[in-house]
């Protein structure tokens, strides 16, 4: 037992159910991936406008709302809170099945979006009131398996589905399970006491978004880490959202053998950048606390490597490998980032912190990433045709590698001093 009564088997019972749950939130963002070509044929439009509905459409909904939601889950009950949120995001995603035209498959995105900004802040707050610092990275990296597994089951299910009961179907066949989820989550989960892992006193103090804001932004880590996150996030999902169009451009494959083989790469690689790096973070952190971030940096210039012989090269066998290799250090920087920001603020703004990260995070990343390929592919079509994709993805990726790395190394320089302040000023 700990602090409040909690056991450890339902300690690790709850973390379990969160990853299910974000397992359930990665599905219904990411199955829009796999589903892109068949949207374009179906309502005829540009690379841009698969951009805006992948990306800015659900992102500006998604990172904004997630503040005052965040705010609510630092005052009230964290799993309800999910829960609800969860619900909403379901059906989103099951209505997006059956709209009649891209704008109101853009209104169900937003949708989708404002459901899922629920989930993240709270399940944040609540894991770091699970496991204490020393453990919180490893924790987090577990938490984020969730994002492994839904890409995984949404290439996978979602290549099958697209070839076999067309892209609408997909949409309500993944949608409606997450109603039985929320109602397993809003009876079975524990609501963590408040500071319960690190014997911290809760004072019940209320801060506004802008008070947790400008506490962030005095913390210059905290500023770089936000910042590196946010275009590592950038080159992500600009990725996760048009490397099928890229494989079937460039490379002639189809959607079902694209499902299988991301599905399983992506799955794997990501799951073992997101526990590895969390493991690391804890483990090379005890020594020297900037060493966690010293590893970020050097994970992103590594897969760095990976990037100008992925795009280029005209064997799909060999993109793949190197698209797999490439993906585990590409994912190492997320479970750090969350736990580091946990650690960084007061008890009563860990979920409002959370917030202001993925706001940070989603609108430079999922808000411009997938954008900013589909509006530069555009421009390129008139020189490249069909490899406009190719060269829009690895303009990306080359600049993005070594400014992730500098911007973890200038966290590093002061993160210790950051952490040994969070209650002095």
């Known amino acids: 037992m700990i602090g409040n009564g909690l056991s450890k088997s339902a300690r690790r019972y709850s973390l379990a159910v969160l990853v ?8 219904d963002r990411q199955i829009l991936a796999i589903l892109l070509p068949a949207i374009k044929a179906e309502f005829l439009v540009d690379d ?16 904004t709302l997630g503040m005052p939601i965040a705010l609510l889950a630092d005052r009230w ?20 099945g059956v709209a009649a035209n891209i704008v109101q498959l853009s209104m169900a995105r937003i949708g989708v979006g404002i459901g899922e900004a629920g989930c993240s802040p709270p399940a944040h707050s609540m894991i770091s009131d699970y496991y204490p610092p020393e453990k919180r990275a490893t924790a987090m990296g577990i938490f984020t398996l969730g994002i492994s597994a839904g890409i995984l089951i949404a290439y996978l299910s979602g290549g099958w589905l697209a070839e076999n009961l067309g892209w609408r179907k997909t949409l309500l066949i993944v949608g409606l399970p997450g109603l039985a989820l929320a109602l397993i989550v809003r009876f079975s989960v524990t609501e963590p006491v408040r500071g319960m892992s690190e014997n911290r006193q809760d004072n019940d ?3 506004g978004i802008m008070a947790v804001a400008r506490f962030l932004y005095s913390r210059k880590s905290f500023v770089h880490m936000s910042l590196g996150a946010a275009l590592a996030s950038f080159n992500a999902y600009a990725v996760l959202s048009f490397f099928p169009s890229f ?3 460039s490379h002639g494959m189809n959607l079902q053998e694209i499902g299988m083989y991301l599905g399983l ?17 804890d483990r090379v952190g005890s020594i020297n606390r900037k060493y966690a971030l010293w590893a970020i940096a050097a994970s992103a210039l590594m897969a760095w490597l990976f990037v100008f012989p992925l795009y280029l090269l005209e064997d799909s066998t060999w993109v793949l490998i190197l698209f797999f290799i490439a993906s585990v250090p590409t994912n190492v920087y997320l479970a750090t980032t969350f736990a580091q920001t946990q650690s960084l603020v007061r008890l009563r703004m860990r979920a409002a912190a959370s917030a202001v990260l993925l706001f940070i995070i989603n609108i430079i990343g999922l808000g411009l990433g997938p954008q900013f390929a589909g509006i530069l592919s555009d421009f390129l079509a008139a020189s ?16 993005i590698g070594p400014w992730v790395a500098f911007h973890y190394y200038a966290a590093s320089r002061h993160i210790a001093s950051d952490l040994d302040r969070v209650n002095t000023d």
């Open 205 to 207: 103090e209320r801060y």
């Open 20 to 27: 299910v749950v974000y397992t359930f939130n990665f599905i």
């Open 265 to 281: 790469i992506i799955g794997i690689s990501s799951a073992i950048g997101f526990v590895g790096g969390g493991y690391l973070a």
């Open 77 to 96: 009950n964290r799993r309800n809170l999910i829960a609800g949120a969860l619900a909403i995001w379901s059906v989103m995603t099951a209505l997006s």
């Open 48 to 63: 841009w406008v698969l951009g805006f509905l992948v990306g800015t459409s659900f992102a500006v909904f998604y990172a």
């Open 384 to 399: 490249y045709g069909a490899d406009s994709m190719r060269y829009s993805l690895l303009a990306i990726g080359a600049v």
């Open 247 to 249: 494989l079937i451009r």
